[in-house]
Nanobody
Framework: QVQLVESGGGLVQAGGSLRLSCAQSGSTFSVRTSGWYRQAPGKERELVALIDYGDSTTYGDSVKGRFTISRDNLKRTAYLQMNNLKSEDTAVYYC??????????????WGQGTQVTVTS
């Protein structure tokens, strides 16, 4: 079993910054992709950023140029640096990983989410 725990969310003024962390623990897991998604009230969950095993990154259009995803493999932690935050960034942010448990079984895991609230 793989567990993901997000942290770093909170209340921030527009134009400010936050850094989210996603700490992975549990079973040996060969990560193929790590990602951040978000869900605002009344809206569908949307992709924020992805990073694959080769460190190639993908960003949602609304966050390009403002957010940066990274991963520290030694710490088994993914990060999302969020700069120049806007009110429309307000959402619950979820960490997600895809990979192989024990190097064989392809699986997906989600964290419980962390709230980000951006005020005017």
């Amino acid at each position: 079993q793989v567990q993901l725990v997000e942290s770093g969310g909170g209340l921030v003024q527009a134009g400010g910054s936050l850094r989210l962390s996603c700490a992975q623990s549990g079973s040996t897991f060969s990560v193929r992709t790590s990602g951040w998604y978000r869900q605002a009230p009344g809206k569908e969950r949307e992709l924020v950023a992805l990073i694959d095993y080769g460190d190639s990154t993908t960003y949602g259009d609304s966050v390009k140029g403002r957010f940066t995803i990274s991963r520290d493999n030694l710490k088994r932690t993914a990060y999302l640096q969020m700069n120049n935050l806007k009110s429309e960034d307000t959402a619950v942010y979820y960490c997600n990983v895809h990979g192989y448990v024990g190097g064989i079984h392809y699986s997906e895991f989600w964290g419980q989410g962390t709230q980000v609230t951006v005020t005017s």
